[in-house]
């Protein structure tokens, strides 16, 4: 708490409501000297970081082994002892993601890999049949090889045998137009992509754009909580600070993993510390599997076996709610890919 002098002028320098006592009752701005030595400067700094690192550990300590109390909490009014919901999911959202983008990753490391054994196998054939030094040759190596290395990731026919069947072929062969415009889009981004370059893509673009799906799900989430609880008892805000601090748990709990694997990655992929990882890999998804029903259960008070069923209805709806979302947002990434 600040030691400064109170000021003599009643009148708050904030929102200019009269002050009685120390706090403006309006704003809740101390009254004192708005001018400030360094010594108060250095100790106002020294007692906010501890009231934030206080608040934060606090409220991530709640978060992971203390289902829904930081939303009961939050909801009875005790706002000052813990991070805002949305402050929080903000927070961790960010750490989570940026970190995901400064770590390479696996999947195109192992593709990039196999991509490299396919393409010389490939241009090893071709030798024996085309003369090496060439510029053309060279040019029909590569040519050739990228066409074989899509040709073998993809088994897509060329647009014009779909043409052709389209035109001649059986009806039950025949693509609907939304089908043809799909098909066509697919040939596009593999002719002119390698899979490690697709996969890169794509990788990059969900990456850059889950934050937006996540809040994009978060709505519907509270949503359906919102259906399956008395309206009389619950509003629809408090739904969604459940929802906040649930999707706020699954992200910290990724984020953990994530940090987790890749320090242990440092040791080796068959090293010692192998074993501890995959033993913390495995409790870290039970737990949040499991985290959801005794979270709903100790924040809508309801029986066990009432937020048992509810918990494992919503599981599923959210589950195939979000399994559709993300199969078309998949395949708008898919033929926005140049």
Same mark, same amino acid.
């Given at each position: 708490?600040?030691?400064?002098?109170?000021?003599?002028?009643?009148?708050?320098?904030?929102?200019?409501?009269?002050?009685?006592?120390?706090?403006?009752?309006?704003?809740?701005?101390?009254?004192?000297?708005?001018?400030?030595?360094?010594?108060?400067?250095?100790?106002?700094?020294?007692?906010?970081?501890?009231?934030?690192?206080?608040?934060?550990?606090?409220?991530?300590?709640?978060?992971?082994?203390?289902?829904?109390?930081?939303?009961?909490?939050?909801?009875?009014?005790?706002?000052?002892?813990?991070?805002?919901?949305?402050?929080?999911?903000?927070? %961790?959202?960010?750490?989570?993601?940026?970190?995901?983008?400064?770590?390479?990753?696996?999947?195109?490391?192992?593709?990039?890999?196999?991509?490299?054994?396919?393409?010389?196998?490939?241009?090893?054939?071709?030798?024996?049949?085309?003369?090496?030094?060439?510029?053309?040759?060279?040019?029909?190596?590569?040519?050739?090889?990228?066409?074989?290395?899509?040709?073998?990731?993809?088994?897509?026919?060329?647009?014009?045998?779909?043409?052709?069947?389209?035109?001649?072929?059986?009806?039950?062969?025949?693509?609907?137009?939304?089908?043809?415009?799909?098909?066509?889009?697919?040939?596009?981004?593999?002719?002119?992509?390698?899979?490690?370059?697709?996969?890169?893509?794509?990788?990059?673009?969900?990456?850059?754009?889950?934050?937006?799906?996540?809040?994009?799900?978060?709505?519907?989430?509270?949503?359906?909580?919102?259906?399956?609880?008395?309206?009389?008892?619950?509003?629809?805000?408090?739904?969604?600070?459940?929802?906040?601090?649930?999707?706020?748990?699954?992200?910290?709990?990724?984020?953990?993993?994530?940090?987790?694997?890749?320090?242990?990655?440092?040791?080796?992929?068959?090293?010692?510390?192998?074993?501890?990882?995959?033993?913390?890999?495995?409790?870290? %998804?039970?737990?949040?599997?499991?985290?959801?029903?005794?979270?709903?259960?100790?924040?809508?008070?309801?029986?066990?076996?009432?937020?048992?069923?509810?918990?494992?209805?919503?599981?599923?709806?959210?589950?195939?709610?979000?399994?559709?979302?993300?199969?078309?947002?998949?395949?708008?990434?898919?033929?926005?890919?140049?």
């Amino acid at each position: 708490m600040s030691h400064s002098p109170i000021r003599k002028d009643k009148t708050c320098l904030n929102c200019r409501h009269v002050v009685e006592q120390k706090f403006c009752p309006n704003c809740g701005q101390e009254n004192t000297d708005s001018r400030k030595t360094f010594h108060h400067l250095f100790i106002h700094f020294f007692e906010d970081l501890t009231h934030y690192e206080n608040a934060f550990w606090k409220t991530i300590k709640n978060l992971l082994f203390k289902p829904s109390t930081l939303t009961k909490e939050y909801l009875s009014g005790k706002r000052l002892s813990y991070l805002a919901p949305v402050r929080l999911y903000i927070f %961790i959202s960010f750490i989570t993601f940026l970190l995901i983008a400064m770590f390479p990753n696996k999947v195109t490391e192992n593709l990039t890999k196999s991509e490299k054994e396919i393409t010389s196998n490939l241009v090893k054939q071709d030798k024996d049949e085309k003369v090496k030094n060439s510029n053309d040759d060279k040019n029909y190596f590569e040519s050739k090889t990228m066409k074989q290395v899509n040709k073998n990731y993809f088994h897509l026919k060329t647009m014009k045998e779909i043409d052709y069947i389209q035109k001649y072929g059986k009806e039950s062969e025949k693509l609907s137009d939304f089908q043809y415009w799909v098909y066509e889009k697919a040939v596009h981004v593999t002719e002119h992509n390698t899979k490690k370059q697709i996969i890169e893509k794509f990788i990059e673009s969900f990456i850059h754009n889950i934050p937006k799906i996540l809040f994009i799900i978060m709505p519907f989430f509270a949503f359906f909580l919102w259906i399956f609880h008395s309206k009389k008892k619950w509003y629809y805000f408090d739904h969604g600070i459940f929802t906040l601090h649930y999707f706020s748990f699954l992200l910290l709990i990724f984020l953990l993993l994530f940090i987790t694997t890749r320090v242990i990655g440092l040791f080796g992929e068959n090293g010692p510390l192998t074993f501890v990882g995959n033993i913390i890999n495995f409790v870290g %998804i039970v737990w949040m599997s499991y985290y959801f029903y005794p979270a709903h259960h100790r924040f809508y008070g309801e029986s066990r076996i009432v937020s048992f069923v509810k918990s494992f209805i919503l599981f599923f709806i959210n589950f195939f709610f979000i399994l559709f979302l993300l199969t078309f947002y998949v395949l708008y990434i898919f033929i926005n890919l140049h």
